[in-house]
């Protein structure tokens, strides 16, 4: 195996940590650091001279993401967060009483919450038991009733890493007249994706995580023909045709997804993104891919050998960048919390550690990592 694909050179956080929790806040790659510091400099000595440029290139910041997941500028809205996109889909579809929302019950908050209000106009939310089976297209194919609008699910699940196959969902969902709708937060940044081959209509995420991106920064993807399907839920001075004019109050919405970006928009989150995006480009987004599952290859099969518990399911088409485990009789915060002390960082809860490598680790941090755990159980360390 090559080197990794993202130089390690590039990620200060290697000099002193092995930093492997990227589905909780990824890190800062150093030429991000040094464009925002440009933006920050260039505020702070002119003002509105220093931000006008980067606001006339939020059309250019649109088109480089909307280019790494195969999509179009004018499908693209950015945004705060993956809850801002999701409520943007849940309040603009025009739900009637009997309608259907297919969810299933292990999803993060940020795509279930957005979701809720719309019983309050009579549709009904419907969760999958993920304990009992994936929601594989089999399984989708045998759920959805004539009454389903939206099949909403996570590209990557967050807990136990379980990739859902979207071209498959989509295929489905369309062919009994629903929308897929997708949190793409876990898997964007890690494995490459094409909305318009995969199908998704709808598409949010943020930059916190694999996108190597600030917080306060999201995204939203709307299939061109679906905009105009969509009420503006949170509609702002950004929302019309011409945000210029700022006197015509009863203009018409801007024909693109910049409507839903609503006010002022976050532009050096959405510098932090562009920058992000650059350097996934360069470096191969395939490659990323390749790079991160041989991480987790190498870390389940370092785990199994330990004796761990580990819920993750791994194969063809499932595997990410997220594996999580547990050690028998061990307590997971005890144990994640002594990883931490000993500069190995992932995400621990009383179901258990929770590990996410990227495109810049090494196989030798993950066998750290497995060193420092082998460690700690036996008492050596």
Not at 85 to 109: T, V, Y
Not at 305 to 329: K, W, Y
Request: charged content about 20%; overall charge negative; proline content about 6%.
């Amino acid at each position: 195996m090559t080197g990794p694909p993202l130089p390690r050179d590039d990620f200060g956080v290697t000099t002193t940590l092995v930093y492997l929790n990227h589905a909780a806040v990824g890190v800062l790659p150093r030429p991000s650091v040094v464009a925002l510091q440009a933006f920050l400099e260039a505020q702070a000595s002119g003002g509105v001279l220093g931000t006008a440029p980067y606001e006339m290139r939020m059309p250019e910041y649109r088109e480089r993401l909307a280019r790494y997941i195969g999509a179009s500028g004018e499908e693209i809205a950015l945004l705060r967060s993956t809850s801002e996109g999701a409520s943007a889909i849940a309040g603009g579809i025009d739900w009637k009483p009997g309608d259907e929302l297919i969810l299933c019950d292990n999803e993060f908050p940020s795509n279930v919450i957005p979701w809720l209000p719309i019983r309050e106009r009579g549709a009904h939310v419907r969760f999958l038991d993920a304990s009992r089976e994936r929601l594989t297209p089999a399984v989708l194919e045998k759920t959805i009733g004539e009454r389903t609008r939206v099949v909403a699910v996570s590209w990557v699940s967050y807990h136990d890493g379980y990739r859902h196959d979207l071209a498959g969902l989509a295929e489905v969902a369309h062919r009994h007249g629903a929308w897929l709708c997708v949190d793409a937060i876990q898997g964007l940044g890690a494995f490459p994706l094409d909305v318009r081959a995969a199908g998704v209509d709808a598409l949010y995420g943020a930059g916190a995580k694999w996108m190597l991106a600030l917080q306060g920064a999201g995204f939203l993807y709307v299939r061109e023909d679906l905009i105009d399907r969509l009420t503006v839920a949170s509609p702002g001075w950004r929302s019309v045709a011409d945000m210029w004019d700022f006197h015509a109050y009863e203009q018409p919405w801007s024909p693109h997804a910049l409507r839903y970006e609503g006010g002022t928009p976050n532009f050096i989150g959405a510098l932090s993104l562009e920058r992000a995006v650059d350097l996934f480009e360069r470096c191969g987004p395939d490659r990323i891919a390749a790079h991160v599952l041989a991480l987790t290859d190498r870390l389940h099969e370092g785990l199994l050998r330990a004796g761990a518990e580990v819920p993750t399911q791994r194969g063809a088409g499932i595997s990410s960048g997220i594996v999580t485990f547990r050690m028998p009789g061990r307590d997971s915060v005890e144990l994640g919390r002594a990883m931490q002390r000993e500069g190995i960082v992932t995400t621990w809860r009383p179901s258990g550690i929770r590990v996410a490598p990227h495109g810049y680790n090494s196989l030798d941090e993950i066998d750290t990592a497995l060193d420092v755990l082998g460690g700690l159980v036996k008492g050596t360390r």
